[in-house]
């Protein structure tokens, strides 16, 4: 079975800092890598996927993540958040046609 | 705009009572999901389906059922909601392509409490 992990529950960052969201999987087989993010109130959102081709993809809002297979991570990154990034965001794997989510990271942004 | 729907977006209903939430999506999606998920606790898969007539359980035990007689709808049913089943209902639906999903397209859940 695979299984996602997300090892920050909870990140404060105060505007303009830099942002690295943590997120590694298990999975023997070939994956599609997603980031998911929740603004408060709305319902989930694709931020970004990863299918094939450059481990570096970019997605919506400036964000970004690499994929890096030798490690089973698929790091979320951004290089200055804004106030408005204050949001939960889910990580999730597919692989075997089944989408397995991480359990999140809660990311407040400080004014 | 979303083209998944969930209905209703609250419920709070008593203990012994039946319920369907409701689950549609407009984009012929063969492939459809429901999530439930605690709060601030990651999403586990309870049903899915894929295609008509077509239903399995996920991960998570689930007292719930589902059904799709209909390619556009998925509906999900307690007989008899318990306080347990509070919780949150999220509905979501794919394409597929044979080797693997595209990006899920999710509808804005169904926040359920039973008293």
């Known amino acids: 079975a695979q299984s996602v992990s997300q090892h920050n529950h909870h990140v404060i960052l105060s505007e303009a800092a830099s942002l690295e969201l943590g997120c590694n999987y298990s999975?023997?087989?070939?994956?599609?890598l997603f980031w998911y993010v929740q603004y408060p109130g709305q319902h989930l959102q694709l931020l970004l996927k990863y299918f094939s081709g450059d481990p570096l993809v970019k997605g919506i809002k400036g964000f970004e993540a690499e994929f890096i297979k030798s490690k089973f991570s698929f790091n979320l990154r951004k290089p200055s958040v804004q106030w408005s990034d204050t949001a939960e965001y889910f990580c999730?794997?597919?692989?075997?046609?089944?989408?397995?989510f991480g359990g999140g990271t809660r990311l407040m942004v400080k004014p | 705009e979303a083209d998944i729907y969930q209905t209703p977006r609250y419920l709070v209903i008593g203990t012994g009572k039946k319920i369907t939430l409701e689950c549609s999506q407009t984009m012929g999606h063969d492939k459809m999901y429901w999530y439930q998920q605690d709060p601030g606790m990651e999403l586990h898969l309870i049903h899915y389906?894929?295609?008509?007539?077509?239903?399995e359980k996920g991960d998570l035990s689930s007292e719930s059922t589902v059904s799709r007689i209909r390619t556009e709808h998925f509906p999900l049913t307690l007989e008899s909601a318990r306080p347990s089943h509070t919780s949150q209902y999220l509905c979501?639906?794919?394409?597929?392509?044979?080797?693997?999903?595209?990006?899920?397209?999710f509808g804005s859940g169904t926040r359920l409490t039973v008293v």
């Open positions: 999730a794997v597919n692989g075997g046609n089944m989408l397995t």
């Open positions: 999975y023997g087989g070939t994956v599609n």
């Open positions: 389906s894929y295609g008509v007539n077509s239903t």
């Open positions: 979501a639906s794919s394409e597929y392509s044979g080797t693997g999903s595209y990006g899920y397209t």
